[in-house]
């Protein structure tokens, strides 16, 4: 059984920093793409920033030189690093990744439980 477990979350002023984590755990066969993802209540679930399996990155336009993805892949575990945090930035972060079960079965997407992030002004 595949898991997703996420970390680090926590409250923070304005202009702080806070490291989530996320490791995958159980038996698969490899892991492909792995992202971070947020949401606020009453809004559609964005994408933060995702790491390819080779290290190539992408992020939101809001976060871009502020929040800095990486991943371990000896320890099956992504990072997001957020700087200069703001009260926007609050939400419920979520981790997923694209998983390969096994050699002979097709990747599927797996997700976090969520971590929450509170910023104060």
Known sequence: QV???ESGGG?????G??????AASGRFFSINHMAW????????????AGIGEGGTTNSADSVAGRFFISRDNAK?????QMNS????????YYCNAVIQ?????VAA???GQGTQVTVSS
Do not use: F, I
């Open 3 to 5: 898991q997703l477990v």
């Open 11 to 15: 409250l923070v002023q304005a202009g």
């Open 17 to 22: 920093s806070l490291r989530l984590s996320c």
């Open 37 to 48: 993802w947020r949401q606020v209540p009453g809004n559609q679930r964005e994408l933060v």
């Open 76 to 80: 099956n575990t992504v990072y997001l």
């Open 85 to 92: 945090l703001k009260p926007e930035d609050t939400g419920v």
């Open 101 to 105: 079960p096994t050699k002979w079965e």
């Open 109 to 111: 997407t797996y997700w």
